[in-house]
């Protein structure tokens, strides 16, 4: 029996949910869910899913490369706007009810489809093809294996480079640079490169100031690999630490090696992010940490399922999720640890290989 694609497979379970939520079509304008559904890698497209045809829209600067990519989708190539295609095609012609990303279409958007469409009903849908994606096959977590050993690799070099007199912006360009030289599409965000009094700010962007002896350094990125992301933290003390800045590095290692250990399918994201803040609130650190444990992992560096104090996501064995406690003092500075986790049926599997002790450069 012929073995069907990744994208046929994907449409099908995309498809049974559009029909189950009474959809006649579904208009897929958010171009990594493009990507999930026909391969196609492009910045201008959409999609349109039906309930016998799958069909990409691009224009003609991408008629080749569409070509290349896209096996399980019909093809059209535009000769004006991708919404008016869709009207000469006759798309919608027998469909009456169409789903649209909601958070993914433009006002703009919405009203030049009305106008074109003026008899049909357009339903605003969410999660449609995330909950489908949130669960990775096997070529997908192969594409995230290798995004995350990219960044490891980086992160290596960069323990090479690192030194009191470096910029904060040198050492973000050092990551940039190294990701494309080990093959990266890209960078996964903009590198977060914290140091000293600024490691207390969670997201700081890289900025000129000056990395000095004795200061913690807060290292973020992650880079992009065939469509997919890693993301990667760690803090490395530059010089000879204090042993303030130790004992909040060993209470925030401990919190993330306790939220990994308990990590499996059917714990809720709530209670693993739970379980970690009662592990801070042990050094009294809890309150300093502002942001919730982690997300979930793969074409979007932010995806479902959440792990969080609000969250009523719960893990399935599939998804990829990052686990990533913080601690952030202001006045003095912060510290930050973060791995990909795959999770398992009874436990969560780390892809990252970088170290995690305390690093002194």
């Given at each position: ?9 994907r ?9 189950r ?13 493009v ?50 295609e869709i ?8 469909e ?28 605003l ?26 960044t ?28 494309r ?11 977060i ?168 450069v």
């Open positions: 029996m012929l073995q069907r694609s990744p994208q046929a497979r449409v099908e379970e995309v498809r049974h949910r559009v029909v939520s009474r959809l006649d079509a579904f208009l897929v304008t958010s171009l990594p869910h990507r999930y559904l026909s391969g196609f890698s492009g910045s201008h497209a959409v999609a349109v899913l039906t309930k016998d045809s799958l069909w990409l829209l691009t224009d003609g600067r991408y008629a080749d490369q569409v070509r290349d990519e896209v096996l399980s989708a019909k093809i059209l190539i535009a000769k004006g706007s991708l919404w008016g009207s000469r095609c006759g798309l919608f012609r027998h009456r009810r169409i789903g649209v990303e909601a958070q993914h279409l433009s006002v703009a958007s919405m009203g030049s489809l009305k106008k074109l469409f003026p008899k049909k009903r357009f339903a849908t969410s999660g449609l093809i995330e909950g489908v994606a949130t669960v990775k096959d096997d070529s997908e977590i192969e594409r995230i294996k290798r995004a995350v050993a990219i490891d690799k980086v992160f290596k070099k960069l323990l090479t480079i690192l030194k009191p007199g470096l910029a904060e912006k040198e050492i973000a360009a050092e990551i940039s640079y190294w990701h030289k080990y093959g990266a599409d890209a960078d996964a965000f903009e590198p490169v914290a140091s000293g009094l600024r490691g207390a700010f969670p997201h700081a962007r890289a900025s000129e100031k000056i990395v000095r002896k004795g200061e913690l350094v807060t290292l973020d990125f992650g880079c992009r690999f065939e469509g997919y992301h890693s993301d990667l933290t760690r803090t490395v003390a530059v010089g000879a630490p204090s042993r303030k800045a130790r004992g909040i590095y060993t209470a925030v290692l401990q919190a993330q090696e306790l939220a990994i250990g308990a990590a499996h399918a059917g714990m809720s994201g709530r209670a693993l992010d739970a379980l970690s803040r009662r592990s801070l609130r042990r050094g009294n650190l809890a309150k300093y940490f502002t942001h919730s444990l982690g997300h979930g992992l793969g074409l979007r560096v932010h995806e479902i399922p959440r792990l969080s104090r609000l969250s009523n996501d719960v893990l399935v064995a599939g998804n990829v999720v990052t686990i990533e406690p913080g601690v952030y003092l202001p006045g003095f500075g912060g510290v930050r640890i973060e791995d990909d986790l795959l999770i398992h049926k009874d436990h969560g599997e780390v892809l990252n290989r970088s170290p995690k002790e305390l690093i002194v």
